[in-house]
């Protein structure tokens, strides 16, 4: 588990605070959500903060991040790991994420459901103004519910679960869901979707996408696509003596050189990048802080039985199974940098979700038993041989980890033939079907629920059809695990029921885990406030970052 996002409590005494898009585009930006804009073992904390502990207020702070996105509204714009980072800067969400993974008060101080968990009643923290004046109440929030239950992106994630957002008071709002929703603190409130806009953000002709309005501890400034987003400080940011920095500036730079070089040359004072090679090119250097296993990465089976107009030989598990066995995680870590993960689950052992390695029923590397996969899909399938397309994105170290497992698979007698296309083609393969095998990253939420889209049956569409459910795999028997994880609050009973999802995608081989991504925040010396050691959560994932306000340099 990673080790970040402190916890403290709130000056109130509460607990801690830890035009629209087409649908079809909406679609192929939820994809983009989840794509890794680098790829990428263990977590943890090297150096420290050190030095002074009491803030000192004032002073800029520049940070690199690795990625753009298209715009600021956390309904519908592309926002990977470093579009929420930025994004969290201006906007924050109803509820904060702990570092046992438990949704905290933050905008929102309770939240409280009826007996069938069907109903919840959400008090708003008071005090709180948006950062053009706009008072944020109830009315505000509504609205926000609203948009993210009807937004092109959001809203096919949340298809179906809101029946209605009422206004009780100035400072409460009642949803009712059209099923039990157990989760829903830990799976929503604490998310993307939950990131609140002022009104007149979302009621502006672009929806907010230029000028994001929000709660957050720094105010908009201007935005150069592919270059930099100016923030400053908020005056009247509603944590009485935060934020401590005048202004953040995030700057984009994509490439890890350019990060490190960057860094060393005082131009900027933290990055957040995604290779492990800086990490460990400059560990000693600066204070780090590391996030390397919460989101896996794998080479993703579509199993639809054609693909194409052609037979998908994915579709035959002992084809799946060859793949499983012939892959040599532990090689294709190593290659990554030392320290990185090999992962064979969608969560961490050391997650409250995870499990023992050697429990959760993926197959072990073993050449002998891929060659034996092998010839019984020949056998069955009455084909000559195993061949198969792997799809990625052209960047450079997306293809090395692909030619790896090309060299990999074709010791185990599969023929690889490997297809480069640009993201936007990518994306639209996988979202429509279009592939036999893919590069991807998921899985990085803290709430297990906050996956049930890539597994649920509601969301495996046919070939041709948008599908949030990539492999378009499931069972009867997954779909009664989705429904305990989403509506049980038992933490045992859910943990039992994604034990079961877990062996079952395993023993289904439809993902080929590769290695987790290797998430590094490098700051130098006089930058403070990168909270880390048992009181923090993992920063390598979609969650809300609501730590900004602590930064101070000194």
């Known amino acids: 588990m990673s080790t970040f996002d402190a916890a403290r409590p709130a000056p109130d005494g509460s607990p801690p605070r830890p035009r629209r898009p087409t649908w079809a585009a909406a679609m192929a930006t939820l994809v983009c959500l989840v794509l890794l804009a680098g790829c990428g073992g263990s977590s943890k904390s090297s150096s420290s903060s050190g030095g002074t502990t009491r803030p000192t ?10 990625g753009e996105t298209n715009g600021w509204n956390p309904h519908q714009d592309e926002w990977a790991q470093s579009g929420v980072l930025v994004g969290s800067s201006v906007l924050e969400p109803l509820a904060a994420t702990a570092h ?3 949704a905290q008060p933050w905008l929102a101080t309770s939240w409280t459901p009826n007996a069938t968990y069907d109903t919840w009643t959400i008090h708003l923290r008071t005090g709180v103004t948006f950062q053009d004046g706009e008072a944020f109440d109830a009315a505000a929030v509504k609205q926000n519910l609203d948009d993210a239950s009807s937004a092109p992106l959001s809203g096919e994630a949340l298809a179906g679960m809101f029946k209605q957002v009422t206004v009780v008071d100035d400072h409460t709002v009642q949803v009712e869901l059209n099923q039990p929703w157990a989760a829903f603190p830990s799976s929503f409130l604490t998310g993307q979707s939950a990131m609140m806009m002022a009104p007149k953000m979302l009621q502006s002709s672009d929806h907010g996408v230029n000028h994001p309005i929000g709660t957050g501890a720094y105010t908009f400034v201007s935005w150069q696509p592919g270059a930099s987003f100016v923030t400053r400080k908020n005056p009247t940011y509603w944590q009485k003596g935060l ?94 940098g030392a320290g990185v993960h090999s992962p064979n689950s969608p969560f961490p052992p050391d997650s409250p979700w995870g499990m023992p390695e050697n429990q959760n029923g993926y197959p072990s590397y073993s050449l002998a038993k891929a060659r034996q996969q092998v010839a019984i899909y020949q056998q069955q399938t009455g084909q000559p041989n195993l061949t198969l397309t792997l799809t990625g994105t052209p960047d450079t170290g997306t293809q090395r980890v692909m030619q790896i497992l090309q060299a990999q698979w074709k010791e185990a007698g599969i023929h690889t033939d490997l297809q480069g296309v640009d993201q936007a083609s990518f ?71 994604y034990d079961d999802l877990v062996r079952q995608i395993n023993a289904a081989a439809v993902n080929i885990w590769t290695f987790s991504t290797p998430y590094t925040l490098i700051s130098a010396h006089n930058v403070h406030g990168l909270p880390s050691g048992p009181d923090a959560a993992p920063f390598g994932n979609f969650q809300p970052k609501t730590w900004l306000a602590d930064l101070w340099v000194g």
């Open 427 to 497: 994306i639209t393969q996988v979202v429509a079907g279009h592939y036999e095998v893919a590069m991807f990253t998921i899985y990085s939420s803290p709430d297990p629920d906050q996956n049930h889209y890539f597994w649920s049956a509601e969301t495996a569409k046919p070939e041709g059809q948008v599908s949030i459910n990539f492999t378009r795999y499931t069972t009867a028997e997954m779909q009664a695990d989705l429904k305990i994880g989403r509506e049980n609050p038992s933490a045992p009973a859910r943990k039992a029921a």
């Open 100 to 102: 046992d993974l438990s």
């Open 57 to 66: 207020d004032g002073g800029q702070l520049v940070v690199a991040v690795g």
């Open 243 to 336: 934020p401590h920095l005048d202004g953040l500036t995030f700057k984009v730079l994509t490439d890890p050189t350019t990060q490190a070089s960057a860094l060393q040359s005082g131009d900027v004072g933290l990055v957040f990048t995604s290779s492990a090679q800086i990490a460990i090119q400059l560990d000693g250097q600066y204070t780090q802080l590391r996030d390397w296993s919460t989101e896996p990465g794998m080479a993703m089976v579509n199993t639809l039985p054609t693909v194409n107009g052609k037979p998908n030989p994915m579709a035959n598990l002992h084809a799946r199974l060859a793949l499983a066995y012939a892959t040599n995680r532990a090689a294709i870590a190593a290659q990554e």
